[in-house]
């Protein structure tokens, strides 16, 4: 299946998102929140250009003090390199620094000007922590090429922040037809790059004792849902658990993703004998139910059912069996 350059398309998410990394019982980082984000995406001249704009419409959170909330986010997606950057960089200074000025101690100045570095002087600074710490990864899949059943899609690699590890992201297509690309996606530790990172004296300056052990247990699961017509994330789940240096260090990350169109066509329509259904499945189930009445009433005309149906009062079952 070809997927054809999908049009501009502004959707909203609901989603939630946990994440917890501790070292030698030590608290790392444990985040709690959930809110609603618009998703926009646009096709540049080249196919190959998609802009996407992330923006915040609600955040909940626990176990964060003064979170830092970077708000659009806008980005550069290159499908063919599969490589991303965040393009308004700039904005986010501005933002920067005033949550600096406002927050900084002599306790945490040290942290700060670390995280600063890290932001505003590396090329894949920011971006690679938005992805540690958000939910934008899973929306950027390379869905130009043919895609078949059981073919595999690279994803992005990323650096896991707080510990700093380097992971790659790969899916396999597990099931497709006109409507929906089922993927199932993996993590895997990239010994290359932490390689390099190794080799980096500044990396070696900041690094703790587990960034030089390859002896990681990466246990993870990724389930996505993209609608075809519009090459739009539908639904996502995201699963990691890290564990190395000895059991010392150990991270889990959580989070799924449902867009509007997801909760709308799986909310609740009817009730029924104590079972719940869509509005798909209760029209199915409605459809059913009708037709099995029409032959213990012996219909044998369409003429028949339709006056059978009226004296009903228009939908079989609505307003008599429904509870």
Known sequence: MILKSSPNSDTKYHYSFNKKSYYKKKTLTQIDSNGIISHLRENDESESIEKYTFRCLEYKYKNIKSPLILNP??????????VAAIKNKENHKLVWNKYRDKHRTPQNQASFMVIERLYFHTPLGLEYDAFSNGIYLLFFIPLNAK????SFIKGLDWLNI??????????????????????KGWISLDEKILDEL???????NKAMKYHFSK???VESEIDLIIEVETKSLYKADFNLEIKGDNN???ETMNYSILSEYYNDKNKVYKTYEGKKYTKDEWEQLEKKLYEKY??????????????????KGGNFFLDEREH
């Open 294 to 311: 029409s032959q213990n009433k012996n219909t044998t005309t369409n003429h028949d059912i339709e006056i059978d149906k009226k004296k």
């Open 162 to 183: 707080p510990i700093n590890l380097p992971f790659n992201t790969t899916f396999r297509c597990i099931d497709i037809n006109n409507k929906f690309i089922n993927l």
């Open 248 to 250: 010392n260090l150990h």
């Open 73 to 82: 986010v806008k980005w550069i997606y290159n499908t063919n390199l599969n």
């Open 215 to 217: 002896d990681f247990q």
């Open 147 to 150: 895609i078949k059943k059981d």
């Open 198 to 204: 190794i080799r980096n004296d500044n990396f070696k």
